[in-house]
T-cell receptor
């Protein structure tokens, strides 16, 4: 089945220790998104890639970076995690970005714990 | 900045009851989506509505997009414990990214 896969499902890191979260998709979608979701809050968009074009949200901290080496994979790098970065990180894809029928499909998320 | 509000924030009902949750904004959206999210999992897309006044049904779930495309509702008939979860609406303005509402946390008790 076509899907969005996130690894690992649970990640524990130490304060200040760089961490990378990964996302892969078999949907062959052009757009990949990274969201941060804290407990009892809505998902917050960090950035997205339209193909190879990177689009950063204005309020996304510089501590968060992303890479998309090919259509299928996208990575979220947190250079120096702080305690406030503990959250669920959600990857999503969509076929394109312009259509009103554009639908997002989410992966299961990676729960990040910062010690 | 587009903002979405959802109400109620929390809802606890008995199995078999009906319920409606609301998603409201002062902004116009080109499309609006409803998701259900279970603890520890990613949101699962339930429906996308695009046309003002549109009504879509998915088994016991009925979704409506407001005529002005600023609001939406989700009605569940004869709720079941399996309906328990966080219901999120997400709106997309023309040429913009999706914006999520804060969610309605539904608990259906057996």
């Amino acid at each position: 089945d076509a899907m969005v896969i996130q690894n690992p499902r649970y990640q524990v890191t130490q304060f200040g220790k760089p961490v990378t979260l990964s996302c892969s998709q078999t949907l062959n979608h052009n757009v990949m998104y990274w969201y941060q979701q804290k407990s009892s809050q809505a998902p917050k968009l960090l950035f997205h890639y339209y193909d190879k074009d990177f689009n950063n949200e204005a309020d996304t901290p510089d501590n968060f970076q992303s890479r998309r080496p090919n259509t299928s994979f996208c990575f979220l790098d947190i250079r120096s995690p702080g305690l406030g970065d503990a959250a669920m990180y959600l990857c999503a894809t969509s076929r394109d970005h312009g259509s009103s029928y554009n639908e997002q499909f989410f992966g299961p998320g990676t729960r990040l714990t910062v010690l | 900045t587009q903002l979405l509000e959802q109400s109620p924030q929390f809802l606890s009902i008995q199995e078999g009851e009906n319920l409606t949750v609301y998603c409201n904004s002062s902004s116009v959206f080109s499309s609006l989506q409803w998701y259900r999210q279970e603890p520890g999992e990613g949101p699962v897309l339930l429906v996308t509505v695009v046309t003002g006044g549109e009504v879509k049904k998915l088994k016991r779930l009925t979704f409506q997009f407001g005529d002005a495309r600023k609001d939406s509702s989700l009605h569940i008939t004869a709720a079941q414990p399996g309906d328990t979860g966080l219901y999120l609406c997400a709106g997309r303005g023309y040429g913009q990214n999706f914006v999520f509402g804060p969610g309605t946390r539904l608990s259906v008790l057996p």
